[in-house]
């Protein structure tokens, strides 16, 4: 049995939902620098690559996952 079987497991996305994703929430969300660390400067066996989320309005990653839930669905009737 593949995890993709079991009650509540989606497939991993496509590129063209990602695409879509990524289009969707763009005018919503900061645009986060990436800080690459050469290993020497470190110390570690190997490069290191931060993705700085924190500069988000939030404050972390979170906000993309949520404003890309929120927007591929229809809005309600107000009231």
């Given at each position: 049995?593949?995890?993709?079987?079991?009650?509540?497991?989606a497939?991993?996305?496509?590129a063209?939902?990602?695409q879509?994703?990524?289009a969707?929430?763009?005018?919503?969300?900061?645009?986060?620098p990436?800080?690459?660390?050469?290993a020497a400067?470190?110390?570690?066996?190997?490069?290191?690559?931060?993705?700085?989320e924190?500069l988000?309005?939030?404050?972390?990653?979170?906000?993309?996952?949520a404003?890309?839930?929120m927007?591929?669905h229809p809005?309600?009737?107000a009231?």
């Amino acid at each position: 049995m593949s995890d993709s079987s079991l009650p509540g497991r989606a497939l991993p996305p496509d590129a063209a939902a990602i695409q879509a994703a990524a289009a969707r929430i763009a005018p919503h969300i900061r645009r986060t620098p990436l800080l690459r660390l050469a290993a020497a400067d470190l110390g570690t066996p190997c490069d290191v690559t931060l993705k700085l989320e924190l500069l988000q309005a939030a404050g972390s990653f979170k906000p993309r996952g949520a404003f890309n839930r929120m927007l591929s669905h229809p809005l309600p009737a107000a009231g």
